[in-house]
């Protein structure tokens, strides 16, 4: 079997290559921390097989990273695998720079240079550059299964060829050499020798060396100046900046940033929530009930009749509660086209620029924007993402505040309990929401920063990719792939979740049907006890309540159990029909309880495989404390907000307004005055103190 490693730096399309190497559908996006560990798949080609493995994305074999330390372990505990060195070809300049690192590690390396781009800004000659650095150069598409067959014809009948370092004799090798046990190959001491003059810690200490050879800036410079060399007899440089564009005078202007990002949301939400999406979401609902739901309900009904459990079963749990669930289903596939298209775009690394500069002063390194930003996806696979930082506390941290975010999961609740309440209006309710859990986690980060978790400064490089059209078949393909995991959710865990729902909700704890026998339901008797409890934020009543116990599994399930103790079979619009129902289950009786009750959801425990996954990477005792803080949080944001707006309804805007602003400047002027008391005190202790100094003559 032939071992093949995929290596480059990040956004130049080498999970795209793995994808099409090996037909997967890994997530691809151009930024790095989008790949944190290895991945594998063996394929076979010409009755030979191939493994091939994913690698992190690195700028180099400095091991200052994660990524750098995951990637550099394998390829040093893989030496005789065949690295395929994926270059951009107008990033080849800056690409070259990790190619020389793997071959002075003495890597068979194969460099496959990647046009991502069809305008090239730089004319090169890759012939020339292959016979001026001695290694095998395949110019190929990475999203082009035909130009990668031409790559799997390489890798079998791949050569070595002996490289030409030339600038290793400017280095100052001998003096890494004596200190280097003599057992090394000659290939490998190369590499150690080098490490040992950049100070590399880790190898500093597998050999034991406490000399510091502080020559890390020569031997960027050396490599630098060599890569110059090459690429001035090989190719000439224009003068335009790869990834440079004149749309970022707006996009990242410190004025229009901002603006522009929240036009830009509101845009997507009001095209996933109001015209396209509902118009989708509304055919879907008529089609699930007239052509599924109508038919085999008439047939139920013939069969056992409508006072049966089974008629029961199939009307609440499946064709209710599933198929109110199901029926967003359009609108969860527009939200992912649209973040996919703006992520494809490089808009997205634009969006993570102008939130590193605000998150940095909070304690949050500039990677992890990117996992928050991931947070709004799935906070289950963004939180994987934060293993990539250096720093412990960070790193705890950043997965603490992803749950914040409002994930996917989430929207279908907003769309469904706001519509019902705040009608056209529910766009603005909705971009709060998805606003708030940015302000709350930055928030506690600040909290975080000053008690428990203070984090070290970590390094961060954020990368430009140029703006690009997104293909139609890209647009296709998460089109199916965001389909595809919606309804393995639905006909899995949503499905399990609400029969289980449904049965404690009919039946009594002594297995009794209650809709024949009467008493409380399992669920009933449960929620009317923890009612109380909630009753502050507007919905003290037991099916809100369950709704929430419910959605600790999964948040899609809130809304499927809502649909399920309202008895609703059918789409949206019934569903919010019965919200306002004084006779159902789940009813609120003002716009303000439903905003409560949103923001609740927005904040309040994370979903059991988040729950899973924090447990694995941060430790459990970091887990149920953030648990803890979650719950806490949310309830006293969601307390304030329905109090706001009971006294807004009350009052009017003006006069809450007014009164918030007189009471803040009321506490701002008592907390200014105590400091400044404070302050001449001291002020006048150090005079004192230097009075004394003076006459003494000191």
Request: charged share 20%; glycine share 6%.
């Amino acid at each position: 079997m032939i071992r093949v490693s995929l290596i480059g730096n990040p956004n130049t399309g080498k999970t795209t290559l793995f994808n099409t190497l090996t037909g997967s559908n890994e997530h691809v996006g151009n930024w790095h921390g989008v790949t944190v560990e290895e991945k594998a798949k063996t394929i076979h080609f010409k009755e030979q097989e191939i493994e091939v493995v994913d690698l992190p994305g690195i700028y180099s074999l400095s091991r200052l990273s994660f990524e750098e330390k995951v990637a550099t372990d394998y390829l040093l505990s893989h030496q005789n695998d065949l690295v395929i060195n994926i270059c951009d070809y107008n990033n080849l300049q800056r690409n070259l720079y990790l190619t020389l690192g793997l071959l002075e590690l003495g890597l068979k390396v194969l460099v496959v240079v990647n046009q991502i781009e069809k305008r090239k800004i730089s004319q090169i000659n890759l012939v020339k550059l292959e016979e001026k650095l001695g290694v095998k150069i395949l110019s190929v598409d990475a999203a082009n299964k035909e130009s990668v067959q031409r790559l799997k014809e390489e890798i079998i009948c791949y050569k070595q060829r002996q490289c030409f370092l030339p600038y290793l004799k400017f280095l100052p090798l001998k003096q890494a050499f004596e200190v280097l046990p003599q057992y090394l190959q000659q290939q490998s001491r190369i590499f150690y020798a080098i490490k040992l003059l950049e100070d590399d810690q880790d190898v500093k200490e597998k050999f034991k060396v406490e000399k510091n050879f502080d020559q890390a800036e020569n031997v960027a410079k050396v490599r630098y100046d060599f890569i110059d060399q090459l690429m001035s007899e090989c190719g000439q440089k224009n003068f335009s900046v790869y990834g440079q564009s004149k749309l970022d005078k707006i996009l990242l202007n410190k004025f229009l940033a901002f603006p522009a990002f929240l036009l830009i949301l509101a845009a997507v939400f009001y095209l996933t929530f109001f015209s396209v999406g509902a118009f989708l979401s509304d055919g879907l609902a008529f089609c699930l009930d007239k052509f599924v739901s109508s038919p085999i309900l008439a047939w139920l009904d013939v069969a056992v009749g409508q006072s049966s459990w089974i008629y029961s079963f199939f009307e609440t749990a499946i064709f209710g509660g599933v198929g109110s669930v199901l029926t967003f289903l359009p609108q969860v596939a527009l939200l992912f086209i649209f973040l996919s298209v703006l992520e494809d775009s490089g808009y997205l690394a634009r969006v993570a620029f102008v939130f590193e500069d605000i998150l940095s002063k909070v304690g949050l390194s500039g990677k992890s924007v990117y996992t928050l930003l991931m947070g709004f996806g799935c906070s289950t696979s963004a939180i994987l993402t934060s293993r990539n930082m250096e720093d412990e506390k960070a790193k705890i941290k950043t997965a603490l505040l992803t749950p914040y975010m409002s994930c996917s999961a989430k929207f279908p609740i907003y769309v469904c309990l706001g519509g019902a309440f705040f009608g056209a209006g529910n766009v603005f309710v909705i971009m709060g929401l998805y606003i708030l859990g940015v302000v709350v986690a930055v928030l506690m980060s600040m909290l975080f920063e000053k008690t428990l978790l203070k984090s070290k400064e970590q390094s961060f490089i954020l990368e430009f990719p140029p703006y690009r059209r997104v293909g139609i078949k890209q647009v296709f393909k998460v089109f199916f792939l965001s389909c595809k995991d919606f309804l393995s959710r639905v006909g899995s865990l949503i499905i399990s979740m609400n029969i289980i729902v449904w049965l404690m909700a009919n039946f009594s704890f002594s297995f009794s049907y209650v809709a024949q026998n009467g008493g409380q339901s399992m669920l009933e008797s449960l929620g009317v006890v923890l009612a109380p409890i909630f009753a502050p934020l507007g919905f003290g009543s037991w099916g809100p309540v369950s709704a929430l116990i419910a959605g600790l599994i999964a948040k899609e399930v809130i809304l499927s159990s809502i649909a399920l103790f309202n008895n609703v079979e059918g789409g949206q619009t019934q569903l919010a029909m019965s919200l306002s129902d004084p006779s159902s289950a789940v009813y609120f009786s003002s716009a303000s309880s439903v905003l409560s009750y949103l923001v609740f959801c927005l904040l309040y425990f994370p979903c059991l495989s988040s729950v899973g996954v924090l447990g694995k990477e941060i430790s459990k005792k970091w887990t149920v404390f953030g648990c803890v803080c979650q719950f806490v949080v949310a309830y006293f944001i969601a307390m304030a907000f329905y109090n706001f707006a009971v006294l807004i309804s009350l009052f009017g805007w003006w006069k809450v307004c007014l009164g918030f602003a007189a009471i803040t400047a009321l506490v701002y002027a008592i907390i200014f005055v105590i400091k400044r008391c404070r302050k001449k005190e001291k002020h006048c202790n150090k005079c004192k103190k230097c009075c004394t100094k003076i006459e003494k003559g000191e």
